[in-house]
């Protein structure tokens, strides 16, 4: 069963000085299995961002397939593209992302508000736990570390148990022994789920049995 399947891909942008359309993305196939744990590398400006993005449903691609668990996400309206993504995937942002004018305990809930299924309030606590801050519930972005912020953005990537993790280079901005720690995490709360990592971290690729080049992959002319 593939979790994840997408078809002649293809997703442009408009140079933002010259307008010109530059291709980014020209992804033939790339199938993933339900259950898989994959690194997905490339360098910096290849295109990894965009493909999680196309992969969520945030982004639509010119053109081709995007299914996900059974589902032609690229044919569902925004809203409804939104709702799948709060029902079955959870996202791990490069940058973050969380919402600095609240506690780590609301950032997590405020992600349970949108799927179908209403988890107790008590899960988001449970999860803040299971990732090492039960005593930081109440600390605001600001106030946590990198690390802690980290911790935070995969209890929030949990909260409605979703089936997919998409995580953009989760260790990025970690130190060594941190970065272990959390990569050591996200593969425990993915147990059973299927995980896409994006990295370019040797330490990080050396964990995964199967890893994804981006570059091999894809067949964009220019980006
Ligand atoms: N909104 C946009 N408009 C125009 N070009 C964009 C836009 N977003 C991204 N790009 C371009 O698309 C390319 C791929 O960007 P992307 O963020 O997917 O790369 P990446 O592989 O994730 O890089 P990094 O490792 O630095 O995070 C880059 O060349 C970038 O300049
Ligand atoms: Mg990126």
């Given amino acids: 069963m593939t979790a994840i399947n997408i078809r002649d891909l293809i997703k442009t942008y408009a140079d933002p000085q010259s307008g010109t359309l530059v291709e980014i993305l020209n992804i033939a196939e790339l199938p993933i299995k339900k259950g898989d744990h994959i690194a997905l590398k490339g360098t910096s400006g290849s295109g990894k961002t965009t493909l999680l993005h196309c992969i969520s449903g945030m982004l639509l691609p010119d053109s081709g397939s995007v299914e996900v668990l059974s589902t032609e996400i690229t044919r569902l309206s925004e809203p409804a593209r939104d709702r799948f993504r709060a029902n079955h995937i959870g996202y791990i942002f490069q940058s973050f992302n969380l919402l600095e ?9 405020l992600g349970m508000q949108f799927a179908d299924k209403k988890h107790p309030r008590s899960r988001a606590e449970d999860l803040l736990e299971r990732t090492g ?4 519930l109440h600390n605001r972005p600001g106030q946590l570390s990198v690390g802690q912020q980290q911790r935070v953005c995969i209890a929030r990537a949990l909260a409605n148990d979703p089936e997919i993790i998409l995580a953009d280079e989760p260790t990025g901005s970690l130190d060594p022994r941190t970065s272990a720690e959390v990569l050591r995490l996200i593969r425990e709360v993915s147990d059973g789920k299927t995980l896409v990592v994006v990295t370019h971290e040797e330490h990080v690729l050396n964990q995964f049995d199967i890893v994804i080049d981006l570059e091999h992959l894809n067949q964009a002319l220019t980006a």
């Fill in 101 to 109: 004018g609240f506690s780590a305990l609301e950032n997590v809930l």
């Fill in 133 to 136: 801050l039960s005593n930081r």
